[in-house]
Every structure is written in C-alpha cells, then in structure tokens.
Antibody, heavy 118, light 108 residues
Framework: EVQLVQSGTEVAKPGDSLKISCQGFDYKFSNYWVAWVRQTPGKGLEWMGIIYPRDSDNRYSPSFRGQVTFSADTSINTAYLQLTNVKASDSGIYYC???????????WGQGTLVTVTS | IQLTQSPLSLSASVGDRVTITCRASQDIGDSLNWYQQRPGRAPKFLIHAVSTLQGGVPPRFSGSGSGTDFTLTITSLQPEDSATYYCQEYDNLPPRVTFGPGTKVEIK
C-alpha cells in the first residue's frame, strides 16, 4: 500500500530543535516531491514548502523560510522536517504529503503532533 | 492569493444536496483541488483540477468552476460525509500553495 508514515508526537521546550521524519512505502520515493503542511486551530492548513528527494531541491514558503529545514535520505525513503528554536506558536500538527501532478497532494502522512511548552 | 469558503459550517440531513463554494482573490484558472478531513485524520484528496475525482471517491461528489469561483457538491449526503472540506490552489512559478479555511459539514 502506498503510504507515508511519520514519526511520533513531540513535546519540546521553547528554544529546542526537533526533527520529524516521513517515510514512504510502496512507491518510488525519490521521484515524487514531498510537501510539508502545518495545521493549527488558528491558521488552518499552511503549506510550508516542498522537497524533491532525488536531489534535495527545496522550495520554502516565504512564511517558513529560515525557520525550517527540509532534507531527505533516499536510501531509506525518508524525508525530514527540522524545526529550530521553536516557540509556542510552532505547536500544531505537521503533515508530509506526496505531490500529485502540478500541485495536488494525493498521499498524506498520519501527522505528527508537536507541542511546545515550557 | 487568498481563498474564502462559504459557508464555514453547515448542517444537513442524510440525502440532502450540499454545495460548498470556494472563491479565489484572483484568477487561478483550473488550479483548484478539494480535500476531505475527518476528525483526527489527515486530509484525503478528493478532487483534482476542479472536477476530476480521485480513484475511490464516490460519484456523489463533484466539482465545478473556473477562474475565481468554484463549488464542491455532494448530491446525496451520507453519514460518512461528516467532515471538514478544504479547497486548495497552487502555482509553481514561484511555488505557492494556499488552502481555504475549510467548511465543516455536520449531519442533522
């Protein structure tokens, strides 16, 4: 079954760094762009950017550039989202999603809940 | 580009016809997709490029529109359709993706 499986819940303190993983199964992982999307009660679904695992070409949303880093390891079919110097406002559910066609997202990870609290 | 959806919530009975509207702040052609999100779950891809149903999506779902005004219609609402529905637009030069605020559909 084609799927993306994400790492588990994260609880962090302000100023911490954390890294979320997203592993792809049953498709050619390196050939599809992987997007990162944050969901919060206040702002809804926000597109953070996208990475092409084959060559790690990254495109960041202006809203998140400089605050997050995407990376990928094609040997284990995994993409990563790194958050640094987190704040309470970074709390939310983070999703990875496979890009379909020019700009849709057909396969989603189950989501990773991030809570930033002192 | 901003996307607005209306209504933001609705309550309807099983068998009802439900229409959700998505409006873009400028012309986006046919670069419009729809997703369904049930509570506690990830979004599910429903419709691509305004009106193309993804595999496995029941035919009671349909999409239409172009330019700035789009609609998602559920012709005969079923209990499992209770969810929040999001529209989403995109461009690639430069890369940009925007989601609408969502429309919560409840069953009476």
């Amino acid at each position: 079954e084609v799927q993306l499986v994400q790492s588990g819940t994260e609880v962090a303190k302000p100023g911490d760094s954390l890294k979320i993983s997203c592993q792809g199964f049953d498709y050619k992982f390196s050939n599809y762009w992987v997007a990162w999307v944050r969901q919060t009660p206040g702002k809804g679904l926000e597109w953070m950017g996208i990475i092409y695992p084959r060559d790690s070409d990254n495109r960041y949303s202006p809203s998140f550039r400089g605050q997050v880093t995407f990376s990928a390891d094609t040997s284990i079919n995994t993409a990563y989202l790194q958050l640094t110097n987190v704040k309470a406002s970074d709390s939310g559910i983070y999703y990875c999603a496979r890009r379909y066609g020019a700009g849709a997202f057909d396969i989603w990870g189950q989501g990773t809940l991030v809570t930033v609290t002192s | 580009i901003q996307l607005t959806q209306s209504p933001l919530s609705l309550s309807a009975s099983v068998g009802d016809r439900v229409t959700i509207t998505c409006r873009a702040s400028q012309d986006i052609g046919d670069s419009l997709n729809w997703y369904q999100q049930r509570p506690g779950r990830a979004p599910k891809f429903l419709i691509h490029a305004v009106s193309t149903l993804q595999g496995g999506v029941p035919p009671r779902f349909s999409g239409s529109g172009s330019g700035t005004d789009f609609t998602l219609t559920i012709t005969s609402l079923q209990p499992e359709d209770s969810a929040t529905y999001y529209c989403q637009e995109y461009d690639n030069l430069p890369p940009r993706v925007t989601f609408g605020p969502g429309t919560k559909v409840e069953i009476k």
